[in-house]
């Protein structure tokens, strides 16, 4: 008698997802990743400043190249600076809800999806080519878009440019500097847009949990604590290291230990003692990644942004003679069709 093959264990369904295909690391993948962009985006401010001296005073070539090169952002300051800008992703969603731009059940999709875009496009650009403030308005705008909460490019900028004015700023949001991006950040995320988060997987757990534990407005409690830990697990790299259901049941571990809920035994019930032993580490660096988490100051901020502005690359900056002179060269370049060149 043939021995019966062994069947092929069904994948589950986020594997076979292009998140868990293409976004997701170990951590010490993520800062080999970092540092060698990091690298490569120092060598292009360098190259782009001799460049820029060709159509440029160049006798100021060295001076500016010492001032960058003092000036030049690490990999870790180049995390906090998007970390920051992270955390402002937040706080401007919330005016676009006060002003019912936004409806409050679309708030956290589009909230985790445009931190998850930003912290994307950052594992492939940095920020000496594209300061975080503009690419942090593009990924919201096309968080909207994706999150079924679309709202036209000119309703988008009202709420910034109203801001602006009252701050004073003489710089005012046009909506061709993110309209601009748009594309550039699409083409980094490499055009998948499909984003999970463990917001739901929580909430099934909530509900699962309820054949197990009485007390249900304690448990209540906990899954809405757990939202909050939810949120903090957005700006961390847990994203990348695991999956949606391993980081909701980590911050709903860590939610109901501070309410002195014991999930234990339901985990023991639901899942086999291989599987515990395989989840339990896990969970335990979910909770620490969580608690350890620290918000980026307005200050900290702010002294990483000034080192930014001597050390951006000028191929990639508006505002500089290099990037100029390309822009009206291409300007003067004619067009050529296939068929003219037959």
Not at 98 to 108: D, M, Q, S, V
Not at 238 to 251: C, D, E, R, S, T
Not at 270 to 291: C, G, N, T
Not at 310 to 336: G, I, M
Request: glycine residues 2%; aromatic residues 10%; contains cysteine.
């Amino acid at each position: 008698m043939a021995a019966t093959e062994a069947v092929p264990k069904k994948p589950q369904l986020f594997e076979q997802t292009s998140q868990y295909r293409h976004w997701r690391f170990t951590p010490e993948a993520l800062e080999q990743l970092r540092t060698a962009n990091n690298k490569r985006g120092v060598e292009r401010v360098l190259l782009g400043l001799r460049e820029e001296a060709r159509v440029d005073d160049k006798s100021a070539l060295e001076t500016r190249i010492a001032e960058a090169t003092t000036n030049l952002l690490t990999p870790q300051e180049e995390r906090q600076l998007v970390g920051y800008y992270l955390q402002m992703i937040v706080q401007t969603i919330r005016v676009y809800s006060r002003i019912h731009l936004l409806k409050p059940e679309a708030l956290n999709n589009v909230k985790a999806t445009a931190i998850n875009f930003m912290k994307r496009f950052y594992l492939h650009n940095v920020v000496f080519d594209y300061p975080p403030k503009s690419i942090m308005l593009t990924c919201f705008y096309l968080a909207t878009k994706v999150e079924n909460s679309f709202m036209k490019i000119d309703d988008f900028i009202r709420p910034l440019q109203d801001a602006e004015s009252k701050r004073g700023s003489k710089i005012q949001t046009k909506s061709d500097d993110i309209l601009g991006l748009e594309f550039v950040v699409i083409q980094s995320l490499q055009f998948e847009l499909a984003v999970h988060y463990p917001y739901r997987p929580a909430y099934g757990f909530f509900l699962d949990m309820q054949a197990y534990i009485d007390d249900v407005q304690l448990l209540k409690a906990v899954h809405e604590r757990t939202h909050h830990f939810i949120d903090i697990s957005l700006f961390t790299d847990l994203v990348f290291l695991y999956q949606p259901p391993q980081i909701a049941l980590g911050a709903f571990k860590l939610a109901a230990r501070e309410k002195d809920l014991d999930i234990d035994p339901y985990l023991a019930r639901r899942f086999d003692a291989h599987e515990l032993e395989v989840l339990y580490p896990i969970l335990d660096d979910v909770q620490d990644v969580i608690s350890g988490f620290k918000n980026i100051s307005q200050k900290e901020a702010q002294l990483i942004d000034r080192k930014l502005i001597l050390c951006r690359n000028p191929e990639k900056n508006p505002n500089s003679k290099l990037y100029k002179k390309k822009v009206a060269d291409q300007a003067d370049t004619p067009y050529v069709s296939d068929s003219d060149s037959d």
